[in-house]
């Protein structure tokens, strides 16, 4: 599947330091951004990451909620942020909503996904993982900034089934001075 802005609504579950990275940068390549947060009223909408030279990517979200089915609603990629022990718990939330070909990030992958994500798969869902972040990003306020450090010159992809790897691959390239992607198909 090719991703493009106008037809890719994306929801990231999970505001933390990686959450708020990948928000800020899909909404602001113009992707639709729903993020689901513990704390939604932190939020005005407006993101912004700042890169270890000062450079700043400021990115405007659809919506903020607390409720992971609200986020997801709709949405063709949905990345997950959360640590692995929550990845079941968050699974069997977004599993009534999904829909074929809706794709599922794990970040960062981590072994088991595909068990917690099992249904998901089933019902026609794609599930990739990274086997590291794209950078190191620590909050500077929740709600509203991340400063991102050492972009990765390359991280490693899987995803079930191996053969939406590439499209999962296009996607992560958008990131801008973006590091290269390298695959493992299981």
Not at 146 to 153: D, H, M, P, Q, T
């Amino acid at each position: 599947m090719k991703y493009t802005t106008c037809n890719t609504n994306i929801a990231v579950i999970g505001g933390g330091n990686i959450g708020t990275q990948f928000a800020c940068v899909c909404a602001s390549k113009g992707y639709k951004v729903n993020l689901c947060s513990s704390k939604p009223e932190l939020y005005d909408g407006i993101l912004e990451t700042i890169d270890e030279f000062g450079n700043r990517t400021v990115g405007k979200l659809n919506k903020v909620c607390s409720s992971i089915q609200e986020a997801v609603k709709e949405c063709s990629i949905i990345f997950i942020t959360h640590p692995a022990f929550r990845l079941k718990a968050i699974a069997d939330q977004i599993q009534p909503h999904i829909k074929n070909n809706v794709s599922i990030c794990v970040v960062p992958g981590t072994g088991g996904a595909e068990f917690a994500f099992l249904d998901c798969i089933r019902k026609g869902a794609a599930l990739s993982g990274l086997q590291r972040v794209p950078s190191v990003a620590r909050l500077e306020q929740y709600g509203k900034r991340v400063r991102c450090e050492g972009l990765r010159k390359e991280l490693f992809l899987a995803s079930v089934p191996n053969c939406k790897t590439n499209g999962f691959s296009d996607f992560y390239l958008m990131y801008g001075k973006s590091p290269a992607i390298f695959f493992r198909t299981i």
